[in-house]
């Protein structure tokens, strides 16, 4: 505002308003008031964008102020919508400051729900009163002894309690017997009840508990992590402080890595709180989103467990922000705004007035060095519920007990199984890549087939009879000859995929009931809970898996893990391959022996003396992380220092370069200041782009965002190329 035109009450005549729009602008654009608006922050407007009308935010600060006032456009309309609310406006502006990305495309993830559109008003029946006079067949008589006077009840519904047809209820409605009414909707959301009875806590459990009911008490920010052992009652203790946040009447919000995989943990809500609470992710029916949104946004959603987009619903009275599986690198967003959902929910809570609990057996280097900082709490379980034993874990040297020619399976991992089912119990087999084989390569000519726009090899799914690419999703039928030489039946699969090792699992094990459990065989949450309904029933003996059999499952009868490659992840450059090694194999571990019987674990490796294989062994978890922060800290590496990545990708590799060269000539330089690069990407060619890389490194206390915008401000991006920013990386493909 310009200062001018002040009214006697003081208040400001708001000739224009900034409105922010949900597009990559890089700040609101001001529009002018028409006479008798009154519009305020965070309120929803409809204003002229482009001959367009596009629904927008009123924004707070002064506006962009670059138009005049006479040329500015009106904004169209003030929308009957609840306002958004100033902590989730301030979420916004920070994480687009902290990451770099336009304001507008971070608003837009928090107005991506249409809750705008209403939802028409579900109809159905009520008697009419007094009836008119006509005709009333048996039929009919069923259907109006099934309506209590006055109520309303929906066609369908009410034709099958009467256990008649729906002409019947039609025919009803054309001789004026039945009136059409508005059947009022029940509240979508029950209360949860915090004095529904949960289990009675341990000693450290219910110490931990009352830790985290205090921190809800205090109505205050904070952040404590909850670390302790798989299956020490992680999830029960927190529970404690959301019956706690339900008390005092206020919201809480639960973050999990992947929604897909909760059915076990909606059951142990609903057992735990008597009702299910609401849940928000991606697969969620666009009239279910309207709804959730609406309700969270009436504070009609005490609860709501969701993936990492829930941390933008509008909460108007957020209590409680827990964050389970905190070390997950699924709560970073790669694609669009790249953020960690972990540290804006951190942020979120702090907005918002509220507690933020971090939830992890295996806590991120980033959070223990917090802890250690003094800036985070720690509340630590030691044990396992009820005397349950960790697994022990041994080692299959793949060196001295190699599998036959052609398997992947060691003789003593086989033996382990065997004895296994000889016990009635259940094994798992893990290994963390999809697909049959994950190369496939000419033996006449060492042709590899590779994928036709990424720096990748096809992986081979067999059952589909496919290659395909698992960075763009190309896929092209397995060709019948080489596609260089020509030679027949020369394409020999190198390397094994979970498919591969199903079959092998097949011949090792003819009389085992298998289950597959990968992100391509369970698609969606229905799936997952069908898998694990199945195997906590007993119907499986032995389950296959991807990293998604690693995440939280309680399968009490499950006995022995057996993992196929424990050094698959330890390839590659990445700044965190070892810490999430250990934090994967720990995590796949702990769903061995989580009832009576204790559990096994075999890790088939090449390198036994490997750091984390003795990590593992040893069961030393917290040593191994300080070992890494050893490691870490004298060059200033992450937690100990800051890094951002500059991602440079273009249509062609000399486009790409000259962009990289501009960029490294501007980089820049001081203290505690390093660059890194330019350098081809690890995946140098994505979807057809060629791509660089280069990596700012600072020190602690220097911000890298100024240095990045000065920075950026630099170099134009033309034609095809486009520079990405990732703030804090976790992936450096
Ligand atoms: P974590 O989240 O640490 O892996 P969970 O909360 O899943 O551990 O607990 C592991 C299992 O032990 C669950 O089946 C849980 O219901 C049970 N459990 C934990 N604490 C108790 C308790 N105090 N009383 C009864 N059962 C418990
Ligand atoms: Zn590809």
Redesign the pocket.
Known sequence: MDGFGRSLTGEPAAARVPVLLPYPFAGPFDYKVPPGMHPRPGDLVLVPLNRRAEVGVVWDGPGDGTLADSRLKPVTALLDAPPMRADLRQLIDWIAAYTLAPPGDVLAMALRVNALRPDAPATGWRRAEPLPDTRITPPRQKVLDALVAGEVRGGGDLAKTAGVSTAVIRGMADAGLLLPAVIQAAPPFLLPDPEHPG????EA?AEAATALREAVAAQAFSVTLLD??????????YHEAIAECLRRGRQALILLPEIALSSQWLE?FTQRFGVAPAAWHSDLPSRLRRITWRAVAAGEAPVVVGARSALFLPFPDLGLVVIDEEHETAFKQEEGVVYHARDMAIVRARLCRAPAVL?S?TPSLETTANVEAGRYRRLH?PD???G?LLPEIALVDLRDTPPERGQFLAPPLIAAIDATFARGEQAMLFLNRRGYAPLTLCRACGHRMQCPNCTAWLVEHRARRLLQCHHCGHAEPIPPVCPVCAAQHSLTAVGPGIERITEEAAACFPAARTLVMASDTLPGPAAAAEAARAIAAREVDLIIGTQIVAK?W?FPHLTLVGVVDADLGLAGGDLRAAERTVQLLHQVS?RAG?AEAPGRVLLQTFSPEHPVMQALLAGDLPRFMADEAAQRRPGNWPPFGRLAALIVSADSPEAADACSRDLARAAPHGDGILVLGPAPAPLAILRGRHRRRLLLKTRREIAVQPLLRAWLAQVVAKGSVRIDVDVDPMSFL
Request: net charge positive; hydrophobic share 30%; proline share 4%.
């Open positions: 289990p009675v806590l341990s459990q302790g052992v798989t299956g020490s009652g992680k999830t029960e203790v142990r939830v057996a379980l396992r519920h009820g349950a939280g309680h702990g989580r």
